[in-house]
Structures are given as C-alpha cells and as structure tokens.
C-alpha cells in the first residue's frame, strides 16, 4: 500500500465528513460546506490516482466499481452544490444535505471495502 495515497484518501475523509455532516447539522447547505467537498474531491482523486499507478491500473471488483462510482458522485455533488449556491435556491440550499449523505455512505464504500475483504480472509 502506498503511505501517501493512504494519506491523500483519508484526508478526503475528514474534508468530504466535515462537509456533509457540518451542512447536515446546520441545516443550510453554505459556501463553506462546497470549498470542504472540492477538498475532499480533489484529495480522493489525487489519492486514487497514486493508488492506481501502485497497483498498476482499475480492478474490476467492488472496491475498484463502487470507487469509480464515488468520484463521479463527488464531482456531480459538488458541481450541483456550486450551482444551488450561484442561484441562491432556498428551497435546494435546505434539502441539499439527503443527497449529500447519500453521496458520503456511497463513497464510504470503496473506503472501507478493503478492511471488510482483510477481514473476511
């Protein structure tokens, strides 16, 4: 495993979560709760990227599908959420969070695919 790719994806972890959960808990989607999903986007991106060129290109099993899967969703989030934003969309910038807890449980699952396939052997 690759220390830095490990780091970079992690840190998207705490960007994307801090970002979910602090418009979840507030109620009201924020400028603030964009820049930590872009963070969290941009590191999971590097971070996947790095672990690709380690282990030599995309698997074809849950973990590298669901992966894929999370990226285009994090990057539809955090374009729909620039766009609720630029338009001031009341009713949006308050609904906004279902979907982006949906988007975090999809993306906690090529996250912690690993450990459950370390636990299972």
């Known amino acids: 495993m690759n220390p830095l790719a490990s780091t970079f994806i992690t840190s998207a972890l705490v960007?994307?979560?801090v970002g979910v959960?602090?418009?979840r808990l507030v109620g009201r989607l924020k400028w603030w709760?964009?820049?930590f999903f872009v963070l969290g986007l941009i590191c999971d991106t590097v971070g996947t990227g790095m672990m690709l060129e380690y282990v030599?290109?995309?698997s074809a099993d849950v973990h590298g599908i669901s992966g894929v899967i999370a990226i285009?969703?994090?990057f539809v989030h955090a374009v729909w959420a620039l766009v609720v934003l630029v338009k001031k969309d009341e009713v949006w910038i308050t609904k906004f969070h279902r979907f982006s807890v949906f988007v975090w449980v999809v993306w906690l699952i090529p996250y912690l695919s690993p450990m459950f396939v370390a636990i299972a052997r």
């Open 15 to 17: 960007f994307y979560s």
């Open 21 to 23: 959960w602090g418009e």
């Open 33 to 35: 709760n964009f820049v």
């Open 56 to 58: 030599g290109g995309l």
């Open 72 to 74: 285009v969703l994090m």
